[in-house]
């Protein structure tokens, strides 16, 4: 049977503790990222009105993606659309 001193296994718990908790906050950043944004925060962040929006899914300019009865747009199209 191996034995540590009380500080060693204290460090080592937090270095386990340390581990884990970067491992979940890694998680939980990559799980709040959209895939698609509802009409008004495409809109406000391609600084333009729903009327634009509507007009542009006719055209072809940026489509968008209707999820039963509510409208989406694909999170790439939309950055496409910010960095021309």
């Known amino acids: 049977m191996t034995q ?6 204290g460090q080592f718990i937090q270095k386990l503790v340390r581990e884990e908790l970067e491992k979940f906050s890694n998680t939980q ?5 959209k895939e ?8 406000k962040l391609l600084d333009v009105s729903l009327t634009t929006l509507f007009h542009w899914n006719n055209d ?3 489509k968008n993606t209707k999820i039963g ?3 989406y747009y694909s999170k790439n199209e939309v950055l496409a659309r910010l960095n021309p």
Not at 4 to 9: G, T, V
Not at 29 to 33: K, L, T, V
Not at 36 to 43: G, I, V
Request: net charge negative; no cysteine.
């Open 69 to 71: 009865k509510r409208v």
């Open 60 to 62: 072809g300019t940026l």
């Open 4 to 9: 540590i001193d009380l500080e060693s296994f």
């Open 29 to 33: 950043n990559h799980g709040n990222e």
């Open 36 to 43: 698609f944004y509802t009409r008004e925060e495409t809109a």
